[in-house]
């Protein structure tokens, strides 16, 4: 994308009196949208909305062959697909580096947070197992497309059934149980996704101020047993540095959003 | 028509020229210069249109006029079994059959040396998807405010058996009795009504497929009137 430096400089004239383009204060994020059951064939699904930003997120379920360090595992794979369709500045063709860091960073954070109780998945040791996919679309762009694939991803896990399972014929047919996937609430892990510009750190950056920033840095966080923060995976991304104060600056607003969102996002995922 | 059909009553309590319930909505992809959703029965297609902007690279250009380029995708979730995600020799053709038909709607004559992207993806498929995706892409392209010659509205026509049928969901598709299912994507031009796609799936008589053919363009143009409706905001 190119940027006017008109647009730079006026962005950053704004930050100096704690304003931005679209009236948030630095640490407000978008109004949040959410819809579950937007794909009828997938195990589950849903789209969610930070503005005008938008992801799908499906979940699909089929039997496979586990891994020989894992046989009683359940398999997950995580992809994310920047469309053309969700912005002018993506074009078609393989992944490009962009979707495959986002795809893995949400792959990490679910896996690494035990969210999906794998051991659960297995259908005969050693055989056969589930395998989880969950792929994550944009379909509109404008900004902060992590922490919307990140949420669109919860929620469409939470809103997931298992499919039945046939022994006889050892295939999964297309319907459904009422049974949900084996989730872990307390692993609830989202993401927050924190860019520096000039001297402030934002969160829930538009494209433009996602365009002009020095770094970002990505944090997933959930409340643990003892209803502790607990941080589940850390992506810095761009060429800019993070000095001690900042860090500092970072890890006290995450451990203040979480407590703002945790309720509020927790609603979104089951429901209440 | 020689001999009764098995297939009486559609799976769906449908008559036989009855359109799945539509509904239309345009500005879903507030990036895009231009997008549509279409929605009938549980079929869902969404289209953004891009452009006309640039072309790259150069030598694909085409100094007298735009060119049009459509991508059709389905998501992986869209249907029973997990789509790969990513292009596959379906999609590849439905993209082509695709930008045929809608060629016939845009006129870029103004507008040497550039492109028109519309992509169409598909969130949720029950049949009928290259049709869904023309009708949704036909709205996305005259949100944009690209020069229009005329539109478009595409529905598949289906033969069960012996049974003529309109807009043909998954489980029509499937159906194995008798002479079993043929299936008929046509896409109708709004204004000259010629045929803009028109491809065949199956065994069928010539004067089943003139009746095919009629019920297809009856069909069209009611979906087109939602379109339009859609377009000037008069629904809901």
């Avoid at chain 2, 993806?121 to 029950?126: C, G, N, S």
């Amino acid at each position: 994308m190119i940027m006017p430096k008109i647009l730079q400089d006026r962005i950053i004239a704004y930050l100096k009196q704690g304003k931005r383009f679209d009236a948030r204060k630095t640490d407000e994020y978008r109004q949040i949208e959410v819809k579950t059951g937007i794909s009828n064939n997938a195990e589950g699904s849903a789209s969610v909305k930070f503005g005008k930003t938008e992801v799908y997120a499906g979940v699909k379920l089929s039997a496979a062959e586990p891994y020989s360090d894992g046989p009683e595992d359940g398999t997950f794979t995580c992809s994310m697909e920047l469309s053309p369709m969700a912005s002018a500045d993506y074009e078609l063709g393989p992944p490009g580096i962009e979707s495959v860091e986002m795809g893995r960073i949400i792959d990490r954070g679910i896996r690494e947070s035990k969210f999906i109780d794998f051991s659960k998945l297995c259908i005969k040791s050693g055989e056969k197992v589930w395998a989880v996919y969950l792929d994550l679309y944009a379909v509109n762009n404008d900004g902060n497309l992590l922490d919307v694939a990140a949420m669109a991803a919860l929620v469409a896990l939470a809103n997931a059934k298992m499919p039945v399972y046939n022994e006889k014929e050892e295939k999964v047919e297309h319907e459904h149980t009422n049974e949900g996937l084996p989730l872990n609430k307390n692993a609830m892990a989202f993401n927050m996704t924190f860019h520096k510009i000039d001297d402030h750190i934002i969160v829930d950056p538009s494209k433009e101020e996602e365009e002009i920033s020095d770094y970002r840095i990505s944090l997933a966080a959930c409340y643990d047993e003892n209803e502790k923060p607990r941080i589940t995976s850390i992506q810095k991304g761009k060429e800019g540095a993070i000095t001690a104060e900042e860090m500092e600056k970072i890890l006290n607003l995450v451990e203040l959003k979480l407590k703002e969102l945790h309720p509020k996002i927790s609603k979104f995922v089951w429901g209440k | 028509m020689a001999g009764k059909s098995s297939y009486t009553k559609r799976t769906d309590g449908r008559k036989f020229d009855e359109l799945r319930p539509i509904d239309a909505k345009i500005g879903v992809i507030p990036e895009a210069d231009g997008s549509a959703m279409y929605k009938s029965g549980n079929t869902i297609a969404i289209a953004a249109v891009f452009g006309p902007r640039t072309l790259h690279p150069q030598h694909m250009q085409n100094p007298q006029k735009g060119v049009l380029r459509i991508n059709y995708d389905m998501m992986s979730f869209s249907v029973p079994d997990r789509k790969k995600p990513g292009p596959n020799r379906r999609s590849q053709e439905i993209s082509k059959v695709t930008e045929w038909a809608l060629s016939q709607c845009v006129d870029l004559s103004e507008f040497p040396n550039t492109v028109v992207d519309v992509f169409i993806t598909i969130p949720q498929a029950d049949a009928g998807t290259r049709v869904a995706g023309i009708n949704a892409a036909v709205m996305a392209l005259a949100h944009a405010g690209v020069p229009m010659k005329e539109m478009a509205a595409a529905v598949a026509v289906g033969k069960m058996d012996k049974t003529i049928v309109v807009d043909v969901c998954k489980e029509e598709e499937d159906y194995e009795e008798g002479e079993g299912a043929t299936d008929i994507p046509v896409c109708y031009l709004s204004r000259s009504k010629k045929l803009a796609l028109l491809q065949l799936d199956g065994k069928i008589g010539v004067d089943e497929l003139k009746e095919a053919l009629e019920m297809g363009k009856i069909a069209c143009e009611k979906i087109n009137e939602i379109q339009v409706k859609t377009l000037k905001g008069e629904t809901k």
